[in-house]
């Protein structure tokens, strides 16, 4: 792959769902669907919201490590990165990716105790395009 960080950034960007695993207590994946993180730099830090009550946070907590699938159907292209996860509840990375609609889901806005940061840092990745996979390095 040529460009990397613009091939794989551009599938990234283009898409509205990314699927978050974790490991749960008994060591097996856990994979969910959530909303596009809100912030990335690069191929490396992605920024999602959840609920701090949520299973997913509990298991971060316990166990960090993580992967993030983007997926493009259209086109049958999908890249893989994984990493770890930090749980953050600090007022400055809460306000970073607060949008006004999340009062819907935080009833007392950006200061509210059921809402928290998911930091993801990727360590590698894997792409999958033209019926090939390609592993990389972040």
Request: charged share 25%; glycine share 8%.
């Amino acid at each position: 792959m040529k460009d990397a960080e613009s091939t794989i950034g551009k599938l990234i960007d283009s898409q509205r769902t990314a699927f978050v695993g974790s490991v749960d207590g008994d060591g097996f994946p856990n994979m969910k669907a959530m909303l596009a993180p809100r912030v990335r730099e690069g191929l490396k830090i992605f920024y999602f919201t959840t609920n701090t009550s949520s299973m997913r946070v509990k298991q971060y907590l316990h166990d960090d490590k993580a992967c993030v699938y983007f997926y493009n159907g259209r086109f049958f292209r999908g890249v893989m990165l994984k990493g770890t996860m930090e749980v953050l509840t600090d007022a400055a990375s809460k306000e970073m990716i607060w949008r006004p609609g999340d009062h819907m889901y935080y009833k007392e806005g950006v200061t509210d105790p059921d809402y928290c940061v998911l930091r993801f840092t990727a360590s590698s990745g894997r792409y999958y395009s033209n019926f090939s996979s390609e592993d990389f390095d972040v």
